[in-house]
């Protein structure tokens, strides 16, 4: 299995900046099936949403919403993953969570096991 801890959420006024860290954790043969990692947020009363994802390759894709204000990065070698938040407004208030997706071949036939984890997610608020 794989484990995703989220840190860095809080308090933050708006245009203000956060900085968001996921840290991935468990079986090294899963982690390196991960190929799509990324941040969802959910507000109160609304759906998750996706905020932005990185692939393998290092491309990155973001909601309209957050271009232009947020960044994630990844480092592999740590298997950590990080959202920059910047020029923050209150509607990016929510839950931010973090997601890491892939696949792993389970047998010598090729079979495959598609591969989808969560955090537990972080609280970020944006208000003055």
């Known amino acids: 299995q794989v484990q995703l801890v989220e840190s860095g959420g809080g308090l933050v006024q708006p245009g203000g900046s956060l900085r968001l860290s996921c840290a991935a954790s468990?079986?090294?043969?899963?982690?390196?099936?991960?190929?799509?990692w990324g941040w969802y947020r959910q507000a109160p009363g609304k759906e998750r949403e996706l905020v932005g994802d990185?692939?393998?390759?290092?491309?990155?894709n973001y909601a309209e919403s957050v271009k232009g204000r947020f960044t994630i990065s990844r480092d592999n070698t740590k298997n950590t993953m990080d959202l920059q938040m910047n020029y923050v407004k209150p509607e990016d208030t929510g839950v931010y969570f973090c997601?890491?997706?892939?696949?792993?071949?389970?047998?010598?036939?090729?079979?495959?096991?598609?591969?989808?984890?969560w955090g537990q997610g972080t609280q970020v608020t944006v208000s003055s």
């Open positions: 990185i692939r393998s390759g290092g491309s990155t």
């Open positions: 468990g079986s090294s043969r899963r982690l390196n099936g991960l190929n799509v």
């Open positions: 997601n890491a997706k892939g696949r792993v071949v389970v047998n010598v036939e090729g079979a495959v096991r598609e591969l989808d984890y």
